[in-house]
């Protein structure tokens, strides 16, 4: 199993909708979870940090994370044009306190 | 401002000649790390470092050397690029090993 995981799309979402994006870890005892937006050339940029379970809102951001499913989700509320980009899902591995990146998922926003 | 700084943005050489791509922060962070990333394969480390005169391998560290004499700098060497180093470079540091990261501009890089 890959240490993290996102599908990689395109996931194509209409504006104004609820995009919702995944991703799986495999380090049961990862603590620090990052999402980052990344548009196409540009650098990635973070948007979200979680460490509990449960919800943190930011915004029209929401990150949920379920550490015994393992599971950390990202969901962009009143999707705009200007969401569209690849967001990379990142993991703080408990074993070595080294991040690993996913290969990010591309969203893309319908106008 | 807080920010990472890469130069240059984009580099064009050709095989064998060496080149250093420059990477500085103002945040006085101890951790900093580059990366490569490439199409369907994400971003790879390359090489980190935990601090002053303190560096390590990363996932794809052939091919490339580092140093880190002072806080703020962290270059990347290429001794003799070869074309599969054709890539999109990004440093990046980090008040600790394991918290947010913050990314330079990037560096794209074409070896001919």
């Known amino acids: 199993q890959k240490e993290v995981e996102q599908n990689s799309g395109p996931l194509s979402v209409p504006e104004g909708a609820i995009a919702s994006l995944n991703c799986t870890y495999s380090?049961?005892?990862?603590?620090?979870f990052f999402w980052y937006r990344q548009y196409s050339g540009k650098s990635p940029e973070l948007i979200m940090s979680?460490?509990?379970?449960g919800d943190k809102e930011d915004g029209r951001f929401t990150a949920q994370l379920n550490k015994a499913s393992q599971y950390v989700s990202l969901l962009i509320r009143d999707s705009q044009p200007s969401d569209s980009a690849t967001y990379l899902c990142?993991?703080?591995?408990?074993?070595?306190?080294?991040?690993?990146f996913g290969k990010g998922t591309r969203l893309h926003i319908l106008p | 401002e807080a920010q990472v700084t890469q130069n240059p943005r984009y580099l064009i050489t050709v095989t064998g000649k060496k080149l250093t791509v420059t990477c500085s922060q103002n945040?006085?962070?101890?951790?900093m790390s580059w990366y490569r990333q490439d199409p369907g394969l994400g971003l790879r480390q390359i090489y980190y470092?935990?601090?002053?005169?303190?560096?390590d391998k990363g996932d794809v560290p052939e091919g490339y050397k580092v140093s880190r004499k002072e806080k703020r700098n962290f270059p990347l060497i290429l001794e003799s690029p070869s074309p599969n180093q054709t890539s999109l470079y990004f440093c990046?540091?980090?008040?600790?090993?394991?918290?947010?990261?913050?990314f330079g501009q990037g560096t794209r890089l074409t070896v001919v």
């Open positions: 990142a993991v703080e591995l408990n074993r070595d306190d080294k991040i690993i």
């Open positions: 945040m006085n962070h101890e951790y």
């Open positions: 470092s935990m601090n002053v005169e303190v560096t």
């Open positions: 380090d049961r005892g990862s603590q620090s």
């Open positions: 979680i460490y509990s379970n």
């Open positions: 990046a540091s980090s008040h600790r090993e394991g918290t947010e990261a913050f």
